[in-house]
């Protein structure tokens, strides 16, 4: 990657529905090479896929938290990971170092709906052992790219 592939990433981080029309006249080069860097960009998985950033609070997300877990046993550890991804209010979930297992980004609509996500499915996933939420109070910065 040179200095316009970087260049073509930033106009599509700015803008992931930019044409290679409007990227070639921000990074001065031709249509067809514009075209053909994305393209290779995106057969190297550089590009993963396009994407939106969706405003929470404007879709009744108000709450966002993240939440330390722990796994009791290596055997669970499978069964978790395959479980905790198919809820949609985990945004992010990392397996981490540390005293904890995994790291999970979560987004809900109030305290209730948190309360019940804890009690009524985290816990209740076989291994977790046990769980510490923090709750984020204001995002000063929250980025979907590098």
């Known amino acids: 990657m040179d200095a316009i592939d970087h260049a073509i990433l930033n106009e599509l981080k700015r803008n992931g529905r930019a044409s290679a029309s409007e990227i070639s006249k921000k990074v001065n080069l031709s249509i067809p090479a514009v075209a053909e860097r994305i393209r290779k ?15 929470r609070d404007k879709i009744g997300k108000h709450l966002l938290a993240f939440i330390f877990v722990n796994i009791d046993k290596t055997e669970n550890i499978e069964n978790f990971k395959n479980t905790i991804v198919q809820h949609d209010c985990v945004l992010e979930c990392y397996h981490v170092a540390g005293i904890y ?39 000063l910065k929250e980025k979907i790219n590098l």
Do not use: H, P, R
Request: hydrophobic share 40%; proline share 0%; charged share 20%.
């Open 41 to 55: 960009m995106e057969q190297a998985e550089v590009i993963q896929q396009y994407t939106i950033k969706i405003n």
């Open 101 to 139: 297992d995994y790291l999970l980004k979560v987004a809900t609509e109030d305290t209730q709906a948190l309360e019940d996500f804890l009690s009524n499915t985290l816990k209740k996933i076989k291994g977790v052992s046990s769980s510490n939420t923090f709750i984020a109070l204001i995002t």
